[in-house]
């Protein structure tokens, strides 16, 4: 009998024991639902939050160009206004001297263009029998210094002069055709 008492309370123990571990089971879930409902309460106010931050930077845009837009209508009602500009420009010419043997200005037909302009070319720049010596004297020295193997710097320098020599000659022609220089007569 003993047996009998101590198996029926062994069983009443362990049926509580069962439902005590259900009612555990189903609060831990009432609370996980929620705790899922507040984590998703909170994703819905960071959603808000992006949407208000939004919609201020769109406001802020807005009137950015608003402001832009009305800085340039002020703009371009300055520069729509005339505006009086004044440049400067002084030219000098070379005159030739027209005189005769004894001082006094010739009056004659010849020298009759006193007043008029002489169309010269404007120099620009380094002249081609300029560029052809210094290429010239350059290619002449390294040619010089590679062809001669016993001195070298002899060899530079003899190439160096013949090289110049040359590029001179050949850009002179250059500016002969060109007509900064005048052609031989």
Do not use: W
């Given at each position: 009998?003993?047996?009998?008492?101590?198996?029926?309370?062994?069983?009443?123990?362990?049926?509580?024991?069962?439902?005590?571990?259900?009612?555990?089971?189903?609060?831990?879930?009432?609370?996980?639902?929620?705790?899922?409902?507040?984590?998703?309460?909170?994703?819905?106010?960071?959603?808000?939050?992006?949407?208000?931050?939004?919609?201020?930077?769109?406001?802020?845009?807005?009137?950015?160009?608003?402001?832009?837009?009305?800085?340039?209508?002020?703009?371009a009602?300055?520069?729509?206004?005339?505006?009086?500009?004044?440049?400067?420009?002084?030219?000098?010419?070379?005159r030739?001297?027209?005189?005769?043997?004894?001082?006094?200005?010739?009056?004659?037909?010849?020298?009759?263009?006193?007043?008029?302009?002489?169309?010269t070319?404007?120099?620009?720049?380094?002249?081609?029998?300029?560029?052809?010596?210094?290429?010239?004297?350059?290619?002449?020295?390294?040619?010089?210094?590679?062809?001669?193997?016993?001195?070298?710097?002899?060899?530079?320098?003899?190439?160096?002069?013949?090289?110049?020599?040359?590029?001179?000659?050949?850009?002179r022609?250059g500016?002969?055709?060109?007509?900064?220089?005048?052609?031989?007569?």
């Amino acid at each position: 009998m003993k047996n009998i008492v101590l198996t029926g309370l062994l069983s009443v123990f362990l049926m509580t024991a069962c439902k005590k571990d259900d009612q555990v089971a189903e609060k831990s879930l009432e609370q996980q639902k929620i705790e899922f409902q507040a984590k998703q309460l909170d994703i819905e106010k960071q959603k808000l939050a992006i949407e208000k931050e939004k919609m201020v930077y769109e406001s802020q845009k807005k009137a950015d160009s608003i402001v832009e837009a009305s800085k340039s209508k002020a703009t371009a009602s300055r520069n729509s206004e005339p505006r009086v500009i004044t440049k400067t420009r002084t030219v000098y010419r070379d005159r030739e001297s027209q005189s005769n043997n004894n001082g006094s200005y010739a009056n004659n037909d010849n020298n009759s263009s006193q007043g008029t302009s002489q169309g010269t070319t404007k120099k620009k720049g380094m002249s081609k029998a300029a560029k052809g010596t210094i290429i010239g004297t350059v290619g002449g020295a390294a040619a010089g210094a590679i062809i001669s193997k016993n001195n070298r710097g002899l060899g530079a320098v003899i190439g160096g002069v013949v090289g110049g020599a040359t590029g001179y000659a050949i850009g002179r022609s250059g500016d002969r055709k060109d007509g900064r220089v005048q052609p031989r007569n």
